[in-house]
């Protein structure tokens, strides 16, 4: 009788052992689980979003490859004058670049999808906050024009960054209010802005 028991006791063991072995399995790959299948289509819009971000880019290394050098010993007025020559040959290059270029519609509605279903409820509360509490007084959304300096920066969420469309080391997403902006990260200038873009 007591070796049936104990038997008992020990299969019973077995059993919660292999369950908890699963239940960690399952757990795991739902944290490694990849992201949402997009469409065709947003495929192609981030596709074509993120071709023409490596165009600006390589516009960019070329206008910096003939851009008088700075020494470690650079001092802040020639810093100033080395962002503001950059600024301007930035500028002069893309003359006449208009708001939507970049974030076309089709790439403009994949965001804005992806930020609707990203945050909800109490995430979304919490992120509108953030975003809103951000001094972002001074910043004119104006295509190929310097994002204010005394304006402060709004971080983007790393969860969220990992949803959007990829962007090289040299540009970054920003907010201002609603509004989501494409900034090069040395120049501060306004790459594209895309208005209403949180829900």
């Known amino acids: 009788m007591q070796g049936q028991i104990l038997r008992y006791f020990l299969c019973l063991g077995v059993l919660l052992a292999v369950a908890s072995a699963v239940f960690a399995q399952q757990s ?76 076309r519609p089709e790439t403009a509605d994949y965001i804005r999808r992806t930020l609707k279903t990203e945050f909800q409820g109490k995430d979304r509360r919490e992120l509108r906050e953030t975003i809103f509490e951000t001094e972002t007084h001074g910043v004119v959304l104006r295509v190929n024009y310097p994002y204010a300096e005394s304006a402060e920066l709004s971080e983007m969420p790393a969860t969220l960054l990992a949803k959007l469309p990829q962007l090289p080391k040299e540009v970054r997403y920003r907010f201002v209010g609603r509004n989501m902006l494409l900034v090069d990260r040395e120049s501060n200038v306004i790459i594209d802005y895309m208005p209403d873009a949180l829900p």
């Open 28 to 103: 795991s790959n739902a944290a490694l689980a990849p992201p949402a299948v997009v469409s065709p289509a947003d495929k192609a819009a981030i596709e074509a979003f993120e071709k023409q971000v490596n165009a600006y880019v390589e516009l960019r290394k070329k206008i910096r490859a003939n851009a008088p050098r700075l020494s470690k010993d650079s001092t802040p007025e020639q810093l100033h004058a080395y962002r503001t020559a950059l600024e301007e040959s930035l500028r002069n290059s893309r003359a006449g670049a208009k708001r939507g270029e970049l974030f």
